[in-house]
């Protein structure tokens, strides 16, 4: 068995390289809901589910925010005052001491020999 390290929170916040989020988030910062990237509304602009290698950036069928363009932080398209804009999402940047435990797991009988297994800790 080999050591594995599990990514941190990336349903909850993001790392330093914030154009990796995955996460669920999708509501932007002014408590607006997220448009759908796949929606007609966003044809006519230029980060959307339609353009080329929209999956690699974790665009698609849903609404959750994300970070195509490498801003600062995660956004998406929200519609205010009958007009679509973008906003950054509630998203908070993932805190704590980004050091892993090492979790042992025995695999096996007695004589079998006892890997080691890390994990992040939940913040």
């Given at each position: ?44 602009y ?53 050091k ?17 297994c ?6």
């Amino acid at each position: 068995m080999s050591e594995h390290t599990f990514p941190r929170g990336l349903d909850d916040c993001y790392e330093k390289a914030s154009s990796e989020y995955r996460g669920r988030v999708n509501q932007a910062a002014n408590g607006k809901t997220c448009l759908h990237w796949n929606s007609h509304i966003l044809l006519d602009y230029p980060i959307n589910a339609f353009m080329e290698d929209a999956d690699s950036y974790g665009i698609g069928e849903h609404n959750f925010c994300r970070n195509p363009d490498e801003d600062e932080k995660p956004w998406c398209y929200v519609v205010k005052n009958h007009k679509v804009e973008w906003d950054f999402c509630d998203v908070s940047p993932c805190s704590g001491t980004g050091k892993e435990l090492e979790v042992w797991q025995h695999v096996g009988g007695p004589e079998q020999e006892v890997t080691p297994c890390y994990l992040i800790p939940p913040v």
